[in-house]
């Protein structure tokens, strides 16, 4: 069941903070984190296991909701090389298959 | 670092014509997938595998079935091209239980004619 991912896209300037939402109708096992560059290859950013879990990566970072059904992930002082698809891949159950929404697009111009 | 080949970055077929798409990685991972790429519908899962000779369905399975005979290939194919398979299509591994993130190949650019 593929996870639904808000807003569809975002434009930024340099700076300015972002917040990206994934959620599920059903309590999820994980959540991934992956930024996709035009003509390039997603590329991981963070996993999350446990409710109420946060967790950072230089200015992202991505908080996983206590009922493990919602995940958001936040962008601050964006800069310009913050700019893609940002996509979340979720995982039911126990098992490790993944599936990921629709994405989000974020531009961020100077 | 981890690698996930894929055999192609671009192919050319005809319908009707079976399609294999190669994938290898290089980290003695356990899981891989089977992801196509169409504009304004993301990431969808065509076949998960878990371990070798193990696979599961994803969420458009149809039209295609996988082969994992080795642990560091897993094989995608397409019986019979179809236009409507027309898409970037791209393997990735990870390495299980989810404490690390997943590994995706650079894809292949399919296009049937």
């Known amino acids: 069941q593929q996870p639904v991912q808000s807003p569809q896209a975002v434009i930024l300037r340099e700076g300015e903070d972002a917040v990206i939402n994934c959620s599920s109708s059903?309590?999820?096992?994980?959540v991934h984190w992956y930024r996709q560059k035009h003509g390039e290859a997603p590329v991981f950013l963070m996993i999350?296991?446990?409710?109420?879990e946060q967790k950072g990566h230089e200015k992202i970072s991505a908080s996983f909701n206590e009922k493990k059904q919602q995940s958001s992930l936040y962008l601050t002082a964006s800069q310009l090389s913050y700019s893609g698809t940002y996509f979340c891949?979720?995982?039911?159950?126990?098992?490790?298959?993944?599936?990921f929404g629709k994405g989000t697009k974020l531009t961020v111009n100077p | 670092d981890v690698k996930v080949t894929q055999s192609s970055r671009y192919l050319v077929k005809r319908t009707g014509e079976k399609v294999f798409l190669e994938c290898v990685q290089d980290?003695?991972?356990?899981?891989m997938f089977w992801y196509r790429q169409d504009p304004g519908l993301g990431l969808r899962l065509i076949y998960f595998?878990?371990?070798?000779?193990?696979?599961e369905k994803g969420d458009i399975p149809e039209g295609y079935s996988v082969s994992r005979e080795k642990k560091e290939r897993f094989s995608l194919i397409l019986e019979s091209a179809s236009t409507n398979q027309t898409s970037m299509y791209l393997c990735?591994?990870?390495?299980?239980?989810?404490?690390?993130?997943?590994?995706f190949g650079q894809g292949t650019r399919l296009t049937v004619v």
């Open positions: 990735a591994s990870s390495l299980g239980p989810s404490s690390r993130g997943g590994f």
């Open positions: 059903k309590a999820l096992y994980s």
């Open positions: 999350l296991l446990k409710g109420g």
């Open positions: 891949g979720t995982a039911q159950g126990g098992s490790e298959k993944l599936v």
């Open positions: 980290m003695d991972h356990e899981n």
């Open positions: 595998s878990y371990d070798v000779k193990m696979k």
